[in-house]
Structure formats: structure tokens, C-alpha cells
T-cell receptor
Framework: EDQVTQSPEALRLQEGESSSLNCSYT??????LFWYRQDPGKGPEFLFT???AGEEKEKERLKATLTKKESFLHITAPKPEDSATYLC?????????????FGAGTRLFVKA | KAGVTQTPRYLIKTRGQQVTLSCSPI?????VSWYQQTPGQGLQFLFE???????NKGNFPGRFSGRQFSNSRSEMNVSTLELGDSALYLC????????????FGPGTRLTVT
């Protein structure tokens, strides 16, 4: 069964303390892996798309990487404003089109 | 370029009533997907529309339905509301020619009492 698992569920960091969030997946026919940021009560905000193993994308303090079975979102020297829920989603080919499966997310808290 | 818009932003309904939510995608996007988000279940896929046709459907009861118009705007309807339907309903649009990431609207917060 296609599945996306994110870990940890919650992560508490001090400002400046770098860390990584994990997204592991089992799908067939991967079309792309996406990272989103979601603030409370708002819609997810697109961050990155990764298409193939070995690919990396960077934006400010965030860097996303992809292997054949998992993706990592590295946060370097985080600031309190990086506090949010980070969602990973996998898009796979499916009968008649494609399907997108979201992980449960990692809630990140960054303390000043 | 304007983002995805959803109306209304907030709704309070009573059990047994029905509700219609609206979504306008990013200009040029023909794929519109709907999701239900609750604290316990996370983001759950409802259905996806492309060129006025439902292309994909999640595991929700028939009380949940949708449609897409020729201008790609989409609506979803929930009939016979239940308390468990209280959630944030999110609409997302994407280009079908790649890249395939979805862009989300702000959501409609539905409360069923």
C-alpha cells in the first residue's frame, strides 16, 4: 500500500540548533515529492519539488534532499519564525491520472 | 499572479444541513483537488477535477461531491452534515503539464453543531 511517513511528529529546537526532518515513502510510479510549510489555520505553502534520487533544493535556511526511499528537510540555524508544521507529499501515477498522498507532518517549534 | 481563493472562509452549520464551498484556481491551472484536514487525520484527499471531469476520488462517503466548471472554478458539496464533518477544507490547484506541485488556498473552516 502506498504510504508516506514523517518523523519525528514534533521537534523542539533552540534558535540556531540545526536539525533534519524525515519523510519516508513507499509508492510505485513516483512522479514527484513535495515539501510544504503550514502555519496554524492556513493552507499549506509550497516549498520544494524533488523529482529524482540525488536531487537537492535549497531556500534560505531550508534544504531538501531525496533518495529512493526517503527525503530529508534540513533546517540550518533555525529562527523562531521557522516554527510551523512541515508536510511531505508524494505524487504517484495512478489509473486515470495521479494521486497525492500527504504525510501527517512534523510540528517544528523553535525557541528564541 | 493571483493565488487560489476559497469562499467562504468560515461556516457554521447544523447537523443535517448541506453546504457548498467554492474554489477559484490559479489562472491557467486546470486541475483542482479538494482535501479535508482535521487534527486527528491530517490531510485527507477528497477528489480531483480536471477539465470538468472527476479524475480521482478518495475514500469519502457519497455525501461529499464536487464539480468543476468550464473556467476551472470548482465547488464541493456536503449533504446531510454530521458533527465529524467539522474540518478545514482545502482546495489546491496545479498545472497538468508539470511541474506538478499543488498550490493551496487558505481553506474554509466548517463547524457543524
Amino acid at each position: 500500500e502506498d504510504q508516506v511517513t514523517q518523523s519525528p511528529e514534533a521537534l523542539r529546537l533552540q534558535e540556531g540548533e540545526s536539525s533534519s526532518l524525515n519523510c519516508s515513502y513507499t509508492v510505485s510510479g513516483l512522479r514527484g515529492l513535495f515539501w510544504y510549510r503550514q502555519d496554524p489555520g492556513k493552507g499549506p505553502e509550497f516549498l520544494f519539488t524533488l523529482y529524482s534520487a540525488g536531487e537537492e533544493k535549497e531556500k534560505e535556511r531550508l534544504k531538501a534532499t531525496l533518495t529512493k526511499k526517503e527525503s530529508f528537510l534540513h533546517i540550518t540555524a533555525p529562527k523562531p519564525e521557522d516554527s510551523a508544521t512541515y508536510l511531505c507529499a508524494v505524487q504517484a501515477s495512478w489509473t486515470g491520472g495521479f494521486k497525492t498522498i500527504f504525510g501527517a507532518g512534523t510540528r517544528l517549534f523553535v525557541k528564541a | 499572479k493571483a493565488g487560489v481563493t476559497q469562499t467562504p472562509r468560515y461556516l457554521i452549520k447544523t447537523r443535517g444541513q448541506q453546504v457548498t464551498l467554492s474554489c477559484s484556481p490559479i489562472s491557467g491551472h486546470r486541475s483542482v483537488s479538494w482535501y479535508q484536514q482535521t487534527p486527528g487525520q491530517g490531510l485527507q484527499f477528497l477528489f480531483e477535477y480536471f477539465s470538468e471531469t472527476q479524475r480521482n476520488k478518495g475514500n469519502f462517503p457519497g455525501r461529499f461531491s464536487g464539480r468543476q466548471f468550464s473556467n476551472s472554478r470548482s465547488e464541493m458539496n456536503v449533504s446531510t452534515l454530521e458533527l465529524g464533518d467539522s474540518a478545514l477544507y482545502l482546495c489546491a490547484s496545479s498545472s497538468d503539464r508539470g511541474p506538478y506541485e499543488q498550490y493551496f488556498g487558505p481553506g474554509t473552516r466548517l463547524t457543524v453543531t
